[in-house]
């Protein structure tokens, strides 16, 4: 998986900001690891990975689900889970398997959670919120926040050039540069496949508590 690094070099290269073999500036990279995390907070906002349900967690520890948002208590922890239990006779959700014709789709079991999935915790005594996002290629949730520039970039596999691509449209407008209409369409397509998840929210059955 390419690193924050790698999709911001080839992001401002597609604007012409950075030569071929050179790195940006220190000021560039911290400009465009704030415009990667906006990336990520606004396909969040917008519903591209689901909607959340609200969870207060008070006098346990509770192993989250994908979609939650968990406000932890004092004394309390959460756990982001490796695995998530599913009922596919109970929620209709194939995975990305594909139904038979004329078959009811039906599988019980263990799963890792699906790429792209979404955990936010609330510390109630900070108010500091963490985003985390699972990343279907390393199996790994990886918060947000504390994402720095030579870790790797979540969900930058999906496809690394439309990727950069999209990448390279915010910081256009950042440093005053014009996208070429190329770039443009892989930066579109790459938000609209990026929708096309092989999950979705639909789970109903959950264990919650540990």
Known sequence: MATCKNSIDGALRKIGVLASGRDATDQEYTDAMEALQGAYKTWISQGT???????TVSNGCYTAFPGDHVYRLAGDSVELPGL??????????????GFFPGQMPYHEGNIT???GSVVKITDDDTQVTLTWVFEGQTKQWVCLERL???DEAPLSERDPNGFKAYLAMI???EFAM????IALR?????TYNLALRPAS??????????
Do not use: M, W
């Open 178 to 181: 014009e996208l070429g209409p």
């Open 84 to 97: 998530i239990h599913t009922n596919e006779a109970l929620t209709g959700d194939d995975y990305g398997r």
């Open 113 to 115: 959670p699906p790429d």
């Open 148 to 150: 720095e520039l030579n």
């Open 186 to 190: 892989q930066a579109q397509q790459f």
């Open 49 to 55: 990975f689901g909607s959340f349900r609200d969870v």
């Open 171 to 173: 910081l256009s407008e």
């Open 201 to 210: 929210y639909r789970i109903t059955n959950r264990k919650d508590y540990c």
